[in-house]
């Protein structure tokens, strides 16, 4: 019991707010149970399938050929695929983050990762059709370029500010997922 509160404590956290909440005003108590419930099954529904490719990925794909793409001696062919398959991407971000420990455990760059992970974040395809169609061209491009070098600027610095105990322990820790 005492691993499954250490483990879990948010939660019980969380359970016992809700149960605060419902005794002092059963209303937003329930309202606010219902919204937890939601919230909670649509992350379920969301995570599933991206566990799942997340899996077979991790199987499938050979580690030497993630190398070859994403990996140290990539270059400019792994920072494209790197910011291409982060612009693409059209999940919350909390799921991005198992897909970088994939990425990492298969001996990607670490700067292709964070490239990856920025990107998915700040440049998405679906993002700027939505900027494009509410804010302009001329404001989606600006923020675009600005975005682009903002991301390339973090993921060259962090990389160049890791000490080589740092990407090992990085990678280490990648390995045991």
Do not use: Q
């Not at 804010?135 to 600005?146: A, K, N, P, V, Y």
């Amino acid at each position: 019991m005492k691993t499954a509160i250490k483990k879990y404590w948010f939660l019980f956290v969380m359970v016992l707010c809700n149960l605060i909440i419902w005794t002092y005003d059963p209303e937003i108590g329930k309202t606010a149970l219902a919204f937890s419930g939601k919230n909670f099954i649509n992350f379920r529904f969301i995570l599933t399938p991206v566990f799942i490719c997340i899996g077979l990925m991790d199987v499938w794909v050979e580690r030497e050929k993630m190398i070859r793409i994403m990996g140290a001696n990539s270059g400019v062919k792994g920072i494209t695929v790197a910011i291409l398959s982060g612009t693409i991407t059209a999940v919350p971000i909390y799921v991005l983050l198992p897909v970088a420990g994939v990425l990492l455990k298969k001996g990607c760059r670490i700067s292709n990762v964070v490239l990856f992970l920025c990107t998915s974040a700040s440049i998405r395809i679906p993002l700027l059709l939505f900027e494009i169609s509410s804010l302009g061209i001329s404001f989606t491009l600006m923020r675009f370029c600005l975005n682009l070098f903002a991301v390339f600027a973090i993921a060259f610095i962090i990389e160049g500010l890791l000490s080589d105990k740092d990407r090992k322990e990085i990678y280490g820790n990648a390995e045991k997922l």
